[in-house]
């Protein structure tokens, strides 16, 4: 007997909360759920996503006519700088982690991530560090040398003014909170896959994430480091870039692109896991080339190191240097083409669903292809010094992120929305966002690329009248506002679910992994009792012999951790600590650092053992939901 | 399809780890594999700063050099303190296997001496350097050297503190599997800032010394 979802809700949270029941707000912040946090990441990713659209839209406006005096030039250099820093780091980031936290442990099985508390410490991190960063905005100049903030511009003498060191600190604490989370996805995925669950037999989007987290465990010391000597050379007069004073300007962009490289694929392999899942869920096939897409996988996670200094081609390191890293960077194109066609191949003679998910992933395809072809045409070390900073490179490099990253996360989010909230989004919305924005993305971006063939150069805040730049700056003006509707589509889509969304089910689209085989929203607990895995796309295999995923174990009480406030504490600690070392606060700066000390000293001497839901409860939960 | 399976296996990491009390639990065994994952990430850290180092180090804009400065008796001095160290926390993990608590604890609290004998060694050293005029902004060089040897030296001092907690711990628990993880992956750390410093030891000091350039 079916009942309706509030009242299967408020059951469920009255009784597994059981230790003690807070107030829902107070539960989200001491929550050590990887759901709740992972719901808590998408929120943060959305907003900065938003953030940063309105800061794109300025620009544009700025844009729309030759010689305009929307904004002040210094104001443009703001814009165009927190645009990109929110948008990768704080937008990007934090969508990934959200969905792979949401997701990625109910793929393999798990009843939890490796540290569901270091879990949080890394949630409240990258909160604090995004919020540093973006009120610089209401503290002085916001950070203005570019997402990259290269050195000498970045330094004091070039950028005065507290907006780097903003920049520089809230970055370095956001860093540390992705570090973390990698560290528990790699634990969570190598040691945690319910019985049965080979490697071989991992899900696309866990072997993604798996490889995003290898990436960001090596990609971002390099980061750390390059912070920490910004950090020096501004604060406490260190010198390291500034040449004047025997430093090397460029040791900052090889340590910035060590790391910035990577993470551009570090964004966006989840987002290839999320197509993979999608194309084969909606195609009703099992994925083609399976083994071969875990190889690209990996293949374009190790290559994607190899290639950094294809940043850096105009500096003079010379043709040697030039070639190899033109010859790595176009290496990438081989892995990818394979997930491509794996892709093509799925869909071949599958019974193809047009669902918005499916729509998103169509789009992606050859979004993303065409940001592949201007990226070789970018690794062409000679014909880079003619593309390099005009607007061919921001043309070339939104195809692949937006056409990667957006579309890939959308098609996702589109696709699990039923499984995280229980209710499903309207597909009429669904498919009028996807099309605003995938016509308002192509109008935006395309003619960026004859802008920069045609000698517009970036990061400038306006152009002469009469060189015939006038057009394409216009319809890309014209689209950035397009994509902006589409945005609120979206919005609109997801007050619609909420509010008259009909009811998800377990399995609303005919799914084939495991996350499909526990009810929606899923309880705190992911599974009753831990699956037994007998091959690839376990509950479609379930399915196929008209029975459900078998239990690997007999139901029993089951280990839950604890609720804490310390992550949170710890992170305030962190942004006391933070911004008192920008303003030179010597007391404030211990009282932050003391403030951490204290809550990881209480932490470790608390032998907090968490609670056990027993199986009754979770048997109860598993009947009201069916 | 592929073959039915019956019977679930042996399939992750921490599945084949087997040391003692340390990987008892899953929480150990996720702790240990954990904690290498991040010892690969402080690789990569510690990498970057020999980068920064040796990029730095001829860049003395007119103050000391390393050869100038860098006097090899104090150095060993520091290095058999911390060599040493990493052999009396690989007794105390024996001990802990033994289940033995009160031999343990006396190896942990030789450990954090030698690593407060060490820091005594390079406050000392920082000092000195200080008196010939070669402070943290004097050169790219000594920026560089300073933030290399400071990064190590932090390590350290937050293994002694880290050490000496879990030495409270073990008073009031004794040995857990709770508690033996964490012991385990304080030694793990321990024996990482060692190795490290014999890089150090060679790169920055020895090359230094030897006027290798």
Known sequence: ?626 | MEAMETQPRLVNAGDRLELGPETATLEGKNKVLGFWVFLGGECALFASLFATYLTLRGHTLNGPTAHELFHLPIIGLATILLLTSSLTGVLGINAMHRGNLGSLLRWLGVTVLLGLGFLAVQVVEFITYAGEGFGFGTSAFSSAFFTLVGFHGGHVAFGVIWISILMLQLRRSGITPRKAPKVFIASLYWHFVDVVWVFIFTVVYLMGILGIS
């Open chain 1, 1 to 626: 007997m079916a009942k309706p979802l509030e009242e299967v809700l408020s059951h469920h949270v009255h009784t597994v909360e059981a230790p003690h029941k807070r107030h829902w707000l107070l539960d989200y912040l001491s929550t050590v759920d990887h759901k709740k946090i992972g719901i808590m990441y998408v929120l943060i990713g959305v907003f900065y996503l938003l953030v940063g659209g309105v800061e794109a839209l300025l620009m544009r406006i700025q844009l729309f006519v030759p010689n305009n005096q929307f904004v002040s030039y210094p104001t443009f250099n703001e814009l165009f700088t927190m645009h990109g820093t929110n948008m990768i780091f704080f937008a990007a980031m934090p969508l990934i982690f959200g969905l792979v936290n949401l997701i990625m442990p109910v793929q393999i099985g798990a009843r939890d991530v490796a540290f569901p508390f270091m879990n949080a410490v890394s949630l409240w991190f990258t909160f604090v560090g995004a919020l540093l960063v973006n009120i610089s905005w209401f503290f002085g100049p916001a950070p203005s040398a570019g997402w990259f903030a290269y050195t000498p511009i970045g330094l004091d003498k070039y950028t005065p003014g507290t907006g780097m060191d903003f920049y520089v600190i809230g970055l370095q604490i956001a860093g540390f909170g992705s570090l973390m989370g990698a560290i528990n996805f790699i634990a969570t995925i190598l040691n945690m896959r319910a019985p049965g669950m080979t490697l071989l037999r991992m899900p696309l989007f866990t072997w993604t994430s798996l490889v995003t987290s290898g990436l960001i465990v090596f990609g971002f010391p390099p980061l750390t480091v390059g912070l920490f000597l910004y950090m020096f050379e501004r604060l406490f007069g260190g010198h390291f870039f500034d040449a004047t004073m025997g430093g090397n300007p460029l040791l900052w962009t090889h340590l910035f692109w060590i790391f910035g490289h990577p993470e551009v694929y570090i964004v966006v392999l989840p987002a290839f896991g999320m197509i993979s899942e999608v194309v084969a869920t909606f195609s009703r096939k099992r994925i083609f080339g399976y083994t071969s897409m875990v190889i690209a996988t990996v293949l374009i996670g190790f290559i994607g190191f190899m290639v950094w200094v294809h940043h850096m081609f105009t500096v003079g390191l010379g043709a040697m240097a030039n070639s190899i890293f033109a010859i790595s960077t176009m290496l990438i194109g081989i892995p990818t083409g394979m997930k491509v066609f794996n892709w093509l191949f799925t869909m071949w003679g599958g019974q193809i669903r047009f669902k918005p998910p499916m729509m998103f992933a169509l789009g992606f395809l050859p979004t993303f292809v065409i940001g592949g072809f201007t990226g070789v045409m970018l690794a062409a070390a000679p014909a880079d010094f003619q593309y390099h900073g005009s607007y061919f490179v921001v043309a070339h490099f939104h195809y692949t992120l937006i056409g990667g990253v957006v579309f890939g996360f959308f098609a996702g989010l589109y696709y699990w929305f039923p499984k995280i909230t229980g209710r499903m989004m309207s597909e009429v919305l669904g498919h009028i966002n996807f099309w605003l924005m995938f016509i308002g993305f192509h109008l935006t971006f395309f003619p960026m690329h004859l802008a920069g063939l045609f000698g517009m150069p970036r990061r400038v805040p306006t152009y002469n009248p009469g060189m015939g730049l006038e057009i394409w700056n216009q319809l890309s003006t014209i689209g950035a506002f397009i994509m902006g509707v589409s945005m609120i589509v979206f919005a609109a889509n997801v007050v619609y679910a909420f509010t008259k969304g009909k009811v998800a089910g377990a399995d609303p689209w005919d799914a084939r992994t495991l996350e499909w085989a526990v009810p929606s929203p899923i309880p705190e607990y992911n599974f009753a009792q831990t699956p037994l895995v007998r091959g690839l796309d376990p509950l479609w295999i379930a399915k196929e012999e008209g029975s459900t995923v078998p239990a690997a174990e007999p139901l029993g009480p089951i280990h839950m951790p604890s609720n804490s406030f310390l992550p949170l504490v710890m992170a305030v600690g962190l942004f006391i600590a933070g911004f008192a070392a920008i303003y030179h606060r010597l007391f404030f700066i211990v009282l932050g650092l003391e403030v951490i000390a204290l809550a990881m000293f209480y932490h470790s001497l608390n032998d907090d053992e968490g609670h056990h839901i027993l199986p009754e409860e979770s048997t109860r939960v598993r009947e009201v939901r069916a």
